[in-house]
């Protein structure tokens, strides 16, 4: 995905899209989000976790101090929302059309969702609508 900030484009890379998607979710569930949070829930080593972060506070994703928690900024809670919700639509095509178990269809989203554009996800959606 890419997003225009000012006056430069920001390409996300799917690793970053990951790390940003679990800070997304893990702050539905709690108020603080921590590096230890997200290594677990991704089954990542802390120092992948932490330049990962670094990578994300500069392109003004996220907001975090050294050993603080990490925030989402008004840019990342958007894009995070997109990217959680991208997933989330792919996965619920890949059960309620394909008839694909959840935890399948779980591990084959994150496989797919960054490589469908925005209009064939939109079209996965329009076909359930319907």
Excluded at 49 to 77: C, M, Q, W
Aim: net charge negative; hydrophobic share 40%; charged share 25%.
């Amino acid at each position: 995905m890419i997003l225009m900030a000012e006056t430069t484009q920001i390409r996300l890379t799917e690793a970053l899209e990951e790390y940003l998607g679990a800070i997304y979710t893990l702050s539905a569930d709690r108020s603080a989000v921590r590096i230890t949070d997200i290594a677990l829930k991704l089954g990542i080593s802390k120092p992948s976790v932490n330049r990962a972060v670094n990578s994300l506070r500069h392109a003004g994703f996220v907001s975090h101090e050294p050993y603080g928690d990490i925030y989402l900024t008004e840019k990342g809670e958007m894009y995070g929302r997109r990217v959680y919700g991208r997933h989330c639509q792919i996965k619920r095509f890949l059960v309620n059309v394909l008839n694909i178990s959840p935890e399948e269809a779980e591990r084959e989203a994150c496989l797919i969702e960054h490589d469908l554009s925005q209009n064939t996800v939109d079209k996965m959606v329009s076909f359930m609508e319907n």
